[in-house]
């Protein structure tokens, strides 16, 4: 994702055009470029004209998929975020002890709750902590950064908006940093990318530097079929607006009635697999693009994946990435886990 831009990564960010002064003296956002039209325009010719047809996940999250998967955290069967909310309520005081971050820098749309649960082990109501939200959605990212501002008087903040794929050079300097990734959205890449993230992490962290990584687990298939197909069709709105960000983005006309929502585990590959499958065969026009895409019947765009790890795993996925496994933490039924690392030390 984003591999051709990162020729704009570390030289450009003072005087880059995309950086907006913003409200506040406590609050700076900058902007970079968000994934907009020609990062879609170019991932729709490569994922539409492939077959099986895809896309990158990150397009479900304009403003109302962000609002649509904040709904989804509050369906009965979406077990991910409250597992994780409880564990890392049980465990913020001892990743505080561990890491005495003076700034928290967040990657992809956490929920306010999970940051302010860090913020308060950190001791932001009383002293002076950094927060670095960094996340693709500008509305969702002022509006939580608004409300943290309100809440912690002593806070500073310092957003970025953009893709954390390309973007994370962009990361401010800053103090004693834990760069917080949870909400298991690490499990929308797949292993290769989910490295060269890590990798890149691993870049922004210096000595003392931690990185917080939120990691659903696998578990019974019949908790997992529930959580991504829940009976109020939440998901399936949240798949589907993915048409309508086509639609709007490259002037398309994607009629989401011809289309279902479809999500399913691949015990193989150990990740839930969200696609959108055609109800009828039919063509959709990208008037943008001067381009036409055939669907037959019961074919598929495939829009998420979403791993699901085994315990045993994560200490070498972080070890491949050069990062340390200090602690991990796993919660029982749904089984979740923290792990807190460190960046190894560098070789004699
Ligand atoms: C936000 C990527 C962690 O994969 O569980 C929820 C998104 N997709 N339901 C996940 C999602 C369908 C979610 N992440």
Do not use: C
Not at 72 to 96: C, D, G, K, Q
Not at 166 to 172: N, Q
Not at 294 to 321: C, M, N, W
């Amino acid at each position: 994702m984003g591999r051709d831009d990162r020729s704009d990564r570390g030289d450009s960010r003072r005087g880059d055009p995309h950086i907006t002064a913003a409200t506040g003296a406590r609050l700076r956002v900058d902007v970079r470029q968000p994934p907009g039209a020609p990062d879609l325009a170019r991932d729709v010719v490569a994922g539409l004209g492939a077959s099986p047809k895809s896309l990158p996940p990150k397009y479900l999250y304009d403003d109302r998929g962000s609002a649509l998967f904040e709904a989804i955290t509050r369906t009965a069967e979406y077990y991910p975020t409250r597992a994780e909310v409880a564990l890392l309520e049980s465990v913020a005081a001892e990743v505080a002890d561990s890491t005495r971050a003076a700034e928290l820098v967040e990657l992809g749309s956490g929920s306010a709750r999970k940051t302010r649960t860090l913020l308060d082990a950190l001791g932001a109501s009383r002293r002076e902590v950094r927060y670095v939200p960094f996340d693709v959605s500008e509305g969702a990212l002022r509006r939580s950064a608004e409300d943290l501002l309100r809440a912690y008087p002593l806070l500073r903040v310092h957003g970025v908006v953009g893709d954390f794929h390309r973007d994370l050079g962009a990361v401010p300097e800053g103090g004693r940093r834990l760069v917080a990734f949870l909400g298991s959205t690490m499990g929308n890449l797949s292993d290769d990318e989910a490295l060269a993230l890590l990798a890149q992490v691993r870049a922004v962290l210096g000595p003392g530097d931690h990185l917080l990584l939120g990691l659903d687990l696998v578990k019974d298939e019949g908790v997992l079929l529930a959580a991504y197909n829940d009976s109020e069709g939440i998901t399936a709105a949240f798949n589907l607006n993915l048409l309508a960000v086509l639609n709007r983005g490259l002037d398309a006309d994607f009629d989401p009635a011809r289309f279902e929502h479809l999500a399913f585990w691949n015990p193989g590959a150990k990740r839930m697999e969200m696609h959108l499958r055609a109800r009828l065969a039919h063509r959709v026009r990208f008037r943008a693009l001067d381009l036409d895409v055939d669907f037959a019947e019961g074919e598929t765009l495939h829009t998420e994946i979403s791993r699901k790890y085994l315990p045993g795993e994560v200490r070498d996925l972080l070890q491949s990435a050069d990062l340390r496994l200090v602690r991990w933490w796993a919660a029982p039924e749904p089984a979740f886990g923290l792990a807190l690392a460190t960046a190894a030390p560098a070789p004699p």
